[in-house]
């Protein structure tokens, strides 16, 4: 098998979660890395929460649903689809573009270490903003 395949392949993504034990170090992946729009890091639950987290938890039967008063399934892709139409149609302020801008620079400039917002990310994030 080829491990570098020559032909792309379109599929209908409309979100990706990903989860990591360490941040990219190399090029490649820094490169992965600056897709991801929203980026969390967290902490393992201490041995001392374990049973509050578990105690939390709500565990839904199987073909019971985990919401009440539903009228039925949603069609995720028209919901996307609508929402992203309706953002798309709406300006981004010239304030909150102004606010981005600096927001980018502080965290360029004056955060140790610095964080770089690519141009792609810079768009997602306002993108984000108009939803």
Partial sequence: LDP?????????????????NELP?????????????LRRSVEPVSDESVLALLAATTVVPPGASASSGSSGPLDLEAVIEEVTAVASSM??????????????????????PPIVVSDRR??????LLKC
């Fill in 25 to 37: 170090e190399s090029e490649e992946l820094a490169a992965l890395y600056d897709r991801f729009l």
């Fill in 91 to 112: 300006p981004l302020s010239t304030d909150v573009a102004a606010l981005l801008g600096e927001v980018r620079s502080f965290l360029k400039e004056d955060v140790e």
């Fill in 122 to 127: 810079l768009v997602q994030a306002a993108k």
């Fill in 4 to 20: 570098y395949p020559r032909q792309r392949i379109n599929v209908p993504l409309s979100t990706v979660v990903g989860a990591s």
